[in-house]
């Protein structure tokens, strides 16, 4: 990786010969070059000579100092501080490391370790995510056709999310397996959640649009009814990802998975 080069030296030749106005030094009368990004999102170089740091009521520290471009005292946020240089133009890396020995400051702040609560609903929205994308939305359309959606059905769409989970690397446990399977209960796909879900899939290899096709026929299968409702979005979602009807080819190819 190429060495990273500093910004431009600020007016002087030396710390000492920089310093603000009048008034105290505060931080031994610093003076740094600091690359700042305003509430704007432009980046500028600030030559500054530090006076204080003080606390944000948002929790978020501030530089206080003399800004050598402006003319005039100014505080400058951490969080959008870029980087930070010497009179030398030596940059101070890594950033938390100057803030910690120089200002004795900790920053950016530890993020608290998340609760079991949230950490509960992180995995739940990944669980939620996998399954989308292993298209249950069209797996629950193909169930929903005929009116009614029996347990073979659920448990059949279910299976499908179990072991697209286990492919991310996620088992799910007996809570999160209920409360999979009472959400597929609840689901009701509009005709804009298929389109949105017939796009998603559209870039998945040739092999998971089979497995898909596979499983929404065996969502149809499983209640020992094939119903002409469900063989018509079968139809419609293979013809979609595939390009055929799934009545017109052979087995699919195999994706890795077994069942």
Not at 82 to 110: C, N
Request: charged share 30%; net charge neutral.
């Amino acid at each position: 990786m190429p060495q990273r080069t500093g910004p431009p030296r600020p007016p002087g030749s030396s710390p000492d010969k920089a310093g603000p106005p009048s008034g105290g030094a505060g931080v031994n009368g610093l003076l740094l070059v600091i690359e700042y990004q305003d509430a704007a999102g432009r980046r500028r170089f600030r030559p500054v000579t530090l006076w204080s740091v003080k606390p944000g009521r948002d929790g978020i520290p501030r530089l206080l100092g003399y800004s050598h471009d402006r003319g005039d005292l100014r505080s400058f946020r951490l969080d959008r501080i870029l980087s930070i240089a010497d009179a030398d133009g030596v940059l101070q890396e890594p950033l938390d490391e100057f803030y910690r020995q120089v200002l004795g400051l900790s920053w950016p702040q530890a993020r608290a370790r998340p609760s079991t609560e949230e950490q509960a609903g992180e995995r739940w929205a990944v669980i939620r995510r996998v399954a989308r994308e292993s298209g249950l939305v069209l797996a629950v359309a193909v169930g929903r056709a005929d009116l009614q959606m029996s347990g073979e059905e659920v448990k059949v769409m279910l299976d499908h999310v179990a072991a697209a989970c286990a492919a991310e690397g996620i088992d799910l446990d007996a809570g999160e397996i209920e409360r999979t399977r009472q959400w597929i209960r609840r689901m009701r796909p509009s005709t804009d959640a298929v389109k949105t879900s017939l796009r998603e899939l559209d870039a998945a290899a040739p092999a998971v649009k089979a497995r898909l096709i596979e499983i929404c026929l065996a969502v149809a299968d499983s209640d020992g009814f094939r119903h002409h409702r469900e063989l018509a979005l079968i139809d419609e979602f293979s013809r979609a990802l595939l390009g055929e009807s799934p009545l017109s080819r052979g087995p699919p190819p195999s994706d890795g998975r077994s069942g």
